[in-house]
Structures are given as structure tokens and as C-alpha cells.
């Protein structure tokens, strides 16, 4: 079987996903090409994995201080462009299109009649699922950004849907914790990041972001450019992580036990649900705006405890090469029921459909 994997490039979340299906299916002997776009070429990096990789320009959102500018989203697009890069990727000789939100491979795939699968937290959306924000627009482009012939979608929880866990790495949580915390803030600016961490001086932070094109220390925060390996060390040994409200980044620091206050995006109605969710659930505190009341709240309190995940990449990756691809269910419920949450996750959940869906409410969680 001959597979085509595109991949959204805009943010690390959907390439970090990518990462754990490409290690399943080369541990599977799988013949996979990876196709990215959503960025300039060299703003790609620790991409050995995917081999002789394609990118094209795509399509993509703009970000501006903290929140995402539409009227640039709309006119820095080159949609003649995009057109011309879908007409000329041939598709024909793959057997399965596999999608993570990339629209350039998903419309070639639609127009020549190739097979196509979405993979992705987006996919999530078209199912009737907790939302916050969400916009006519907003569900018009989930549905047309990046169009497949099957959706299976990854989240937090199931809500009794055909949703999957999330994709993280396998690695055994680690136990050590320096006291740090990590910072990915990368559509806040720079400066304003720094203003808010030094204000506790008492914490070290370890910064990661976009702009920062040398490794030095500021006071108590150490800046970090991204480095993948780097980061990942840095959460391993963190107690606790700030970020923005995209989903890979908050999925692995669940799976390893540490906290989150997380700041979505404005306007970007996807950030706005995820936090809205992990609020729910007793999985994460959140601040609307760069809020220092907030950081020191958020450090005085103490981790929820660990999500204990399976290997979702590998069970997806098998599942797509047996072929049979219109039978989701098992899939669905092997993973779900090797799936273990906090005692406080299962508390949370029983009062949300308590509250808003009791005739549908399952008692499917498996508490550690």
C-alpha cells in the first residue's frame, strides 16, 4: 500500500502528530510520503523523519499579537496559486490520502478520486462536542479547508462520539521535576512574554519562541529558540507549562503529569473550545489575556495528576493498513478503554452530562 500523508505546517501541534504516525508506520514497514505546507521551507526544522519530504505554500492563518488578523488571513493567501499547486500534485498512484488539515493534497485527492482520510483534532469539530466561539465561518472552514472522504478526529474526551484519544509519544512519564516551568507563547509578542515572567523571579522559566535566534538569559527566564529535542527535555523536567490553547502541546503535558494555564488565541474559535474543555474537565486553568494575577494563582496550585494514553499512532497506522477503513468501531472503543484519567476528570464529566446530556452519558472512564 502506497500512502500520501499531508500535513498542515502552520503550527508545531500538527507536525508533532505527524512525527508519532510516521515513527508507527515505519515501525510497520509502511511506504509513506509526507507532504507540508503552511510555511516558508526553512522555517521547518528536526524533519529527518519524514525523509525526502514535498512542501507547497498552502493556505494559512495570520497571527498578530495574540490573535489571529483576518483581513491579512484573507489577503495574504495566493489562492490562483493554491489552485495551480492542487492541479499539479499528482495523487494518482497512491492508494489512501491521509490528511492532517493540509488542504493542498486533500483537494488534490477530492478532485482525481483518490481515497482520502482526515486525521486530525479539527475533525473533532464536525461532531456535536463542547465549542466556544464558533462561527458560521468557523464551520464552514473546518468543513471545506482541508475536505475527506472519512473524518476521525482526536481529543481530550469522546463525548460518546466517534472521536480518538490523542496522538502522543509512547515515552513513560518522567519523574523528575526541577521546579521550572515552560513557556510556548509563540503568537504572543516576545517582550510582552519576558515583562510577565519576570515578575516572579523566584521561578525559572524556561521561553521557547518563534523570534528568538540565539540562546541566552534574561533575569530569571532562559530563552530558548525551538529546538525539538531541547523543548522536549524541558517538559519532561518542568513542573508546569504555559502555552497557547492548541491541543498536541497540552495532550503530551497531560500524559506526563504536568499542569497547564493556558492563554487561547483570540479568535480562533478551535483555542478558544480546547481551554473551555480542559477547564471543564479539571484539566487546566486558563488566562484571557497575559495576566499576572493569574500566572501566580496557577503556580500556588498543584498538579490534577497524570492521563495515561495508549499508542494511538500505532493503532491508527495499523487500522489504515488492513484497508478496512470503513469500520471504525473497534478501533474506537480498544483505545478508549486503555485510556486512564485522574479520580477529578471522571467527577467533572459525570456533572457536564448531568448537566447538559443525560439520557446520553456513559460511564466509559477508567480512572487511575
Not at 507536525?15 to 515513527?23: D, L, N, P, Q, T
Not at 512542501?55 to 495570520?62: A, D, E, M, N, Y
Not at 483576518?70 to 499539479?88: I, S, Y
Not at 490534577?304 to 493503532?315: E, H, L, S, T, Y
Amino acid at each position: 500500500m502506497k500512502i500520501l500523508y499531508g500535513v498542515q505546517g502552520t503550527g508545531n501541534g500538527h507536525i508533532s502528530r505527524a512525527r508519532e504516525m510516521a515513527r508507527a508506520f515505519a515501525d510497520l514497514g509502511a511506504d509513506v510520503d509526507f507532504l507540508f505546507s503552511g510555511r516558508p521551507d526553512n522555517r521547518y526544522f528536526d524533519m529527518d523523519c519524514f525523509g525526502d519530504f514535498q512542501t507547497r505554500r498552502g493556505l494559512t492563518f495570520v497571527t498578530e499579537n495574540g490573535e489571529v488578523n483576518r483581513r491579512k488571513t484573507l489577503t495574504g493567501n495566493h489562492l490562483a496559486r493554491f489552485a495551480r499547486d492542487v492541479r499539479h500534485l499528482d495523487v494518482s498512484g497512491y492508494d489512501v490520502v491521509l490528511n492532517d488539515f493540509e488542504p493542498v493534497s486533500a483537494w488534490a485527492a477530492k478532485t482525481q478520486k483518490v481515497h482520502s482520510i482526515g486525521i486530525s483534532h479539527q475533525n473533532a469539530f464536525l461532531h456535536d462536542i463542547p465549542t466556544q466561539g464558533q462561527t458560521w465561518f468557523d464551520s464552514l472552514v473546518i468543513r471545506g479547508f482541508a475536505p475527506t472522504v472519512q473524518q476521525l478526529g482526536v481529543h481530550w474526551f469522546h463525548f460518546n462520539q466517534m472521536i480518538l484519544p490523542p496522538i502522543v509519544p509512547i515515552k513513560e512519564a518522567q519523574r523528575e521535576n526541577d521546579q521550572s516551568v515552560l513557556v510556548y507563547l509563540p503568537f504572543e509578542s516576545l517582550p510582552a512574554v519576558l515583562d510577565l515572567l519576570t515578575r516572579f523571579n523566584q521561578v525559572h522559566f524556561y521561553c521557547y519562541h518563534p523570534d528568538v535566534e540565539k540562546d541566552s538569559e534574561y533575569d530569571n527566564v532562559s530563552i530558548r529558540q525551538l529546538n525539538r529535542e531541547s523543548f522536549h527535555h524541558r517538559l519532561h523536567h518542568c513542573r508546569g507549562v504555559i502555552a497557547n490553547g492548541g491541543f498536541e502541546l497540552p495532550s503530551e503535558a497531560m500524559s506526563l503529569g504536568k499542569k497547564l494555564l493556558l492563554k487561547p488565541l483570540h479568535g480562533q474559535y478551535e483555542q478558544l473550545s480546547n481551554v473551555m474543555t480542559l477547564e471543564m474537565m479539571g484539566l487546566a486553568d486558563s488566562m484571557s489575556y497575559l495576566d499576572p494575577a493569574a500566572v501566580r494563582n496557577w503556580l500556588d496550585g498543584n498538579s490534577v495528576g497524570r492521563v495515561k494514553m495508549p499508542d494511538v499512532a500505532m493503532a491508527i497506522a495499523g487500522w489504515v493498513l488492513s484497508g478496512n477503513w470503513h469500520n471504525c468501531d473497534e478501533l474506537w472503543q480498544q483505545l478508549w478503554d486503555k485510556v486512564e484519567y485522574p479520580e477529578i476528570v471522571e467527577e467533572a464529566m459525570i456533572e457536564w452530562y448531568t448537566n447538559n446530556e443525560p439520557s446520553r452519558y456513559k460511564s466509559s472512564i477508567t480512572t487511575v
